[in-house]
């Protein structure tokens, strides 16, 4: 009778997943809170000023900190896949999951992850190639997607119905050589889609928490207020990070591209 009362008194897997996606849920949502809501406490102040900090960081050093945490992404790929590759196979027996089996799943990890950041290094070039590529694709893909929609209810109203179904038609006959197209275009242009990228979105971050620190210390302002005055601030900011970004590039790679732009002239 113990042992039955014993085994149904033991919560399920499910159970068990559900609560830790509630505590993590909560603990982001706490992390976050300064964000969302006017918390202005010190640990709020510290937190907001810290991701201030590492969004100009990013907005004015975004290449520079690709370049060295390249291949430590890499590893934390590899890590990562061999984690959940592993974690299904300590799932499949639970209460066999002993500290042999933990230990043999850390040190393929480890293996993994050492092996992908090695082979970053390596083919570095062609990794960023195929970025190039993958980014060109999903730009052509959305500037169909956002052509197609500027059109669609003029175009509807002026063809009828007759036309019925153009925009799957034009967007997959202009989407496709649109999208392939672009990302043969960006196959060599990763480092300045980084540095824009890097530059942009950290001024967002940046402004973001910097404008939750200008409320905390209660700095009324009418036009801080207004969207178009913040989305100016984040655009300037932006444009000073891509060119602070352009100018303190890596040296030999700025060599290389003034020979480059001296042998184009």
């Known amino acids: 009778i113990f042992e039955v009362w014993k085994a149904n008194r033991r919560p399920s897997k499910a159970t068990l997943e559900e609560k830790a996606a509630d505590l993590y849920t909560e603990a982001v949502h706490e992390i976050f809170l300064p964000l969302e809501e006017e918390v202005c406490d010190t640990s709020a102040t510290v937190f907001l000023s810290i991701l201030c900090f590492f969004g100009l960081a990013v907005s004015f050093f975004g290449y520079r900190i690709y370049k060295v945490a390249f291949a430590f992404f890499a590893f934390l790929v590899g890590f990562g896949l061999e984690a959940l590759v592993g974690s299904h196979w300590i799932s499949e027996m639970p209460e066999e999951a002993s500290t042999v089996k933990k230990v043999i799943v850390l040190v393929c990890c480890v293996l993994w992850g050492t092996v992908a950041a090695v082979l970053a290094r390596r083919c570095r070039e062609g990794i960023e190639k195929m970025l190039g590529i993958v ?131």
Request: aromatic share 10%; glycine share 10%.
């Open 135 to 265: 980014f060109g694709i999903f730009l052509g893909l959305a500037a169909t997607c956002l052509l197609v929609y500027a059109l669609q209810k003029p175009l509807d109203s002026a063809l009828g119905d007759a036309y019925k179904g153009w925009d799957q038609f034009g967007g997959v006959t202009v989407g496709v050589p649109l999208a392939l197209l672009a990302g043969y275009l960006c196959r060599t242009w990763v480092k300045h889609l980084i540095m824009i990228v890097t530059a942009f979105f950290g001024a967002w971050a940046a402004w973001r928490c910097a404008s939750s620190l200008l409320r905390c210390a209660e700095v009324e302002s009418h036009v801080l207020s207004r969207h178009v005055i913040n989305l100016l601030i984040v655009v300037g900011l932006g444009v000073l990070g891509l060119v602070a970004q352009i100018l303190w590039q890596p040296r030999g790679e700025r060599k290389v591209q003034e020979r480059t732009v001296a042998g184009s002239v």
